[in-house]
């Protein structure tokens, strides 16, 4: 899934010559901190609600200093790189420009958590199984080996790290709902550390329960 696909329906940008008591209350109303200033098709920066509160906000924001003036992703950019500057920059709304730099849209985060959700089949019916390695040692198609060798399948996987260790985790959403002790004790005698494993029906429906939750929060 790309940028292009994700883009937010019905989100007007900023104009220079709004003011940030108006730009205020677009916030409010689209429930996001960040919003885009386009001029014509001109993407002029991104505005959050630190920037306008350090101003006064009966003045245009056309005035103002941006702290985010750079920051945008491409229509052909992959989900994940939205969700990388999302993240390192903490934004709840990112715009989209194309090739040629004009602006054609903009993301909310609740967009972007939703089309994640359903990519990373957190709704299908399944088991969870996470791994701990050496960096190293990681073989996708190794670890693929073993669960299809179980007659299992693989609905979706995550890698990750943290800073400084040469460990890595995998997270391993699998097909079986119930049954793992066969899949883990292969692992287990591959040499494969099982960090944690998870299959009863509470543990996904509390999942579901929970990215409910996120995402009325966000909506709020």
């Given at each position: ?9 019905g ?10 008591r ?5 916030m409010?109303d689209?429930r ?15 505005i959050?609600?630190d920037d306008?509160l ?12 941006l ?7 491409e ?15 903490q ?10 730099k004009d602006y ?8 972007v ?7 990373a089949?957190?709704v ?7 791994l701990e390695m050496?960096?190293?040692e ?5 670890i693929a080996?073993?669960v ?8 979706s996987?995550f890698?990750?790290?943290e800073?400084g ?5 995998i997270?391993?959403k699998l097909?079986r ?10 692992f ?5 550390r099982?960090?944690?494993?998870y299959?009863s ?5 509390t999942l579901q329960d ?7 929060y966000?909506?709020?």
């Amino acid at each position: 899934m790309f940028a292009n696909q994700l883009i937010s329906s019905g989100l007007e940008p900023l104009r220079t010559s709004d003011t940030g008591r108006e730009a205020l209350a677009i916030m409010n109303d689209e429930r996001v901190r960040h919003l885009p200033i386009v001029n014509h098709a001109q993407l002029l920066g991104l505005i959050s609600e630190d920037d306008i509160l350090k101003n006064d906000l009966d003045q245009p924001i056309g005035s103002y200093s941006l702290s985010l003036d750079n920051t945008a992703v491409e229509d052909t950019d992959h989900l994940f790189e939205v969700m990388r500057v999302m993240g390192a920059e903490q934004l709840t709304l990112i715009p989209v420009v194309n090739a040629d730099k004009d602006y054609i849209g903009a993301i909310r985060v609740q967009d972007v958590l939703h089309s994640f959700s359903q990519m990373a089949s957190f709704v299908e019916p399944g088991g969870v199984v996470v791994l701990e390695m050496q960096r190293h040692e990681y073989s996708m198609a190794e670890i693929a080996r073993i669960v299809e060798g179980e007659n299992a399948r693989i609905l979706s996987f995550f890698v990750g790290t943290e800073p400084g260790s040469s460990l890595v985790d995998i997270m391993l959403k699998l097909d079986r709902s119930h049954e793992l002790a066969s899949i883990l004790a292969t692992f287990k005698r591959m040499g494969y550390r099982v960090k944690a494993s998870y299959v009863s029906d509470g543990y996904l429906e509390t999942l579901q329960d929970n990215y409910n939750s996120l995402m009325n929060y966000l909506n709020m």
